[in-house]
C-alpha cells in the first residue's frame, strides 16, 4: 500500500471510534455533541502514559481508554435526567469545559534531553513510543483496524443481545421500558461510559500515530463530524457509523473531486439523509430486510 492509502486508512479507522461513541449514545435516544472531549482525554491520557510515565503502548492504551470512560461515565451520572436538547447542550458545555482546560494545563518533564508533555495551546509533542518500539505506519494501521474490529463484533454482539434490545427500546420509548422494569437513568449513564471509552480508545491511537495532539484538535466540529456519522451511515447497525466515515473521509475529502467543497458537500448530504432517511443508509427497517435476505439462503441449504 502507498503512503497515501496507508494514512487514509488510519485515519478512517481512528474517526470510526469517535463515531461509534456517538452512535451508542444516538440509538439509547440521546444526542450527544461532546464525545470529542473522550477522544481528547484518552489521547491525552495515553500519550503521557508513554510519553512521560514509560508505560508499555497497549496499557496506555488501555489507560486512554479507562479516562474516557471516566469522563464519559461522570458526565452521563451529572446529566442522567436531563434528555434532548437539554443533555445535548451540557455535552456540548462540558466538551468545550474539557478544551479549554487542556488549554490551560502544563504537565512537562525532561525526557531525552527535551520537555515532554502537555504545554497548554503549545500542545503535546513527543509520543513516539509505537515507533520506538518498532511499529511502523503499515503495522500501526492494522493494529487500528484490528482494535476496530473487536470493538464492532462487540457492539455488533451486544446489539443482538437482550441488554441491546432493551438500549434501544429505551432510545424508542423510555416512558415504557421504565415501565417494563428498566432503570432508563443507570443503563443511560453506563452506555455513556462505554462510549466514553470507546471514544477513548480511539484518541490514544490518535495521539500516537501523529506523535502531536493540541487542544483545538478536539474542537466541537470533531464532536459534530461523530454525530452525522451515524446519521449518514444509519442507526440500525454498529457498520452504519463506519460507512459514514468512509463517504466523508474516505470519498469527500480524499478524491479530488470535492476538493474546495467538502463540508458543503458533507453538510448537503447530512441535510438530504434527515428529510429521506431520518436514521440514515442502514436504517432498522433495511438492516431487518437485509438480515432477512442473507438468512433465506441459509435455511434452503
Same mark, same amino acid.
Given at each position: 500500500?502507498?503512503?497515501?492509502?496507508?494514512?487514509?486508512?488510519?485515519?478512517?479507522?481512528?474517526?470510526?471510534?469517535?463515531?461509534?461513541?456517538?452512535?451508542?449514545?444516538?440509538?439509547?435516544?440521546?444526542?450527544?455533541?461532546?464525545?470529542?472531549?473522550?477522544?481528547?482525554?484518552?489521547?491525552?491520557?495515553?500519550? #503521557?502514559?508513554?510519553?512521560?510515565?514509560?508505560?508499555?503502548?497497549?496499557?496506555?492504551?488501555?489507560?486512554?481508554?479507562?479516562?474516557?470512560?471516566?469522563?464519559?461515565?461522570?458526565?452521563?451520572?451529572?446529566?442522567?435526567?436531563?434528555?434532548?436538547?437539554?443533555?445535548?447542550?451540557?455535552?456540548?458545555?462540558?466538551?468545550?469545559?474539557?478544551?479549554?482546560?487542556?488549554?490551560?494545563?502544563?504537565?512537562?518533564?525532561?525526557?531525552?534531553?527535551?520537555?515532554?508533555?502537555?504545554?497548554?495551546?503549545?500542545?503535546?509533542?513527543?509520543?513516539?513510543?509505537?515507533?520506538?518500539?518498532?511499529?511502523?505506519?503499515?503495522?500501526?494501521? #492494522?493494529?487500528?483496524?484490528?482494535?476496530?474490529?473487536?470493538?464492532?463484533?462487540?457492539?455488533?454482539?451486544?446489539?443482538?443481545?437482550?441488554?441491546?434490545?432493551?438500549?434501544?427500546?429505551?432510545?424508542?420509548?423510555?416512558?415504557?421500558?421504565?415501565?417494563?422494569?428498566?432503570?432508563?437513568?443507570?443503563?443511560?449513564?453506563?452506555?455513556?461510559?462505554?462510549?466514553?471509552?470507546?471514544?477513548?480508545?480511539?484518541?490514544?491511537?490518535?495521539?500516537?500515530?501523529?506523535?502531536?495532539?493540541?487542544?483545538?484538535?478536539?474542537?466541537?466540529?470533531?464532536?459534530?463530524?461523530?454525530?452525522?456519522?451515524?446519521?449518514?451511515?444509519?442507526?440500525?447497525?454498529?457498520?452504519?457509523?463506519?460507512?459514514?466515515?468512509?463517504?466523508?473521509?474516505?470519498?469527500?475529502?480524499?478524491?479530488?473531486?470535492?476538493?474546495?467543497?467538502?463540508? #458543503?458537500?458533507?453538510?448537503?448530504?447530512?441535510?438530504?439523509?434527515?428529510?429521506?432517511?431520518?436514521?440514515?443508509?442502514?436504517?432498522?427497517?433495511?438492516?431487518?430486510?437485509?438480515?432477512?435476505?442473507?438468512?433465506?439462503?441459509?435455511?434452503?441449504?
Amino acid at each position: 500500500m502507498s503512503d497515501f492509502a496507508i494514512g487514509l486508512a488510519s485515519n478512517i479507522g481512528m474517526l470510526a471510534f469517535v463515531a461509534l461513541s456517538a452512535y451508542l449514545l444516538l440509538i439509547s435516544g440521546s444526542i450527544s455533541f461532546g464525545q470529542q472531549a473522550y477522544f481528547g482525554l484518552g489521547a491525552y491520557g495515553a500519550g #503521557i502514559a508513554t510519553a512521560l510515565w514509560d508505560w508499555p503502548l497497549m496499557v496506555a492504551l488501555g489507560f486512554g481508554a479507562l479516562v474516557g470512560g471516566l469522563g464519559g461515565g461522570l458526565v452521563g451520572l451529572l446529566t442522567r435526567k436531563l434528555h434532548g436538547l437539554y443533555f445535548a447542550i451540557a455535552t456540548l458545555a462540558f466538551a468545550e469545559m474539557t478544551r479549554i482546560a487542556l488549554d490551560l494545563w502544563h504537565y512537562q518533564r525532561m525526557v531525552g534531553g527535551e520537555r515532554v508533555g502537555p504545554d497548554g495551546p503549545n500542545g503535546f509533542n513527543g509520543i513516539r513510543r509505537a515507533f520506538e518500539d518498532g511499529w511502523d505506519p503499515a503495522a500501526f494501521m #492494522i493494529l487500528i483496524w484490528t482494535l476496530l474490529a473487536v470493538t464492532l463484533l462487540a457492539l455488533l454482539l451486544f446489539e443482538r443481545s437482550r441488554a441491546g434490545v432493551t438500549l434501544r427500546a429505551t432510545g424508542e420509548d423510555p416512558v415504557l421500558t421504565r415501565l417494563l422494569g428498566t432503570d432508563v437513568a443507570r443503563l443511560r449513564v453506563r452506555t455513556a461510559a462505554v462510549a466514553g471509552a470507546i471514544a477513548g480508545l480511539g484518541g490514544g491511537l490518535y495521539a500516537h500515530l501523529n506523535t502531536y495532539i493540541e487542544p483545538r484538535l478536539f474542537d466541537i466540529m470533531l464532536g459534530v463530524h461523530a454525530l452525522a456519522y451515524g446519521l449518514i451511515g444509519g442507526l440500525g447497525t454498529a457498520l452504519g457509523p463506519l460507512i459514514g466515515v468512509l463517504i466523508d473521509i474516505g470519498i469527500l475529502e480524499s478524491t479530488s473531486l470535492f476538493q474546495g467543497w467538502r463540508m #458543503i458537500a458533507f453538510g448537503g448530504l447530512v441535510a438530504v439523509l434527515l428529510i429521506w432517511r431520518p436514521r440514515g443508509l442502514l436504517d432498522e427497517p433495511t438492516v431487518r430486510r437485509l438480515r432477512a435476505l442473507f438468512a433465506r439462503p441459509a435455511r434452503h441449504a
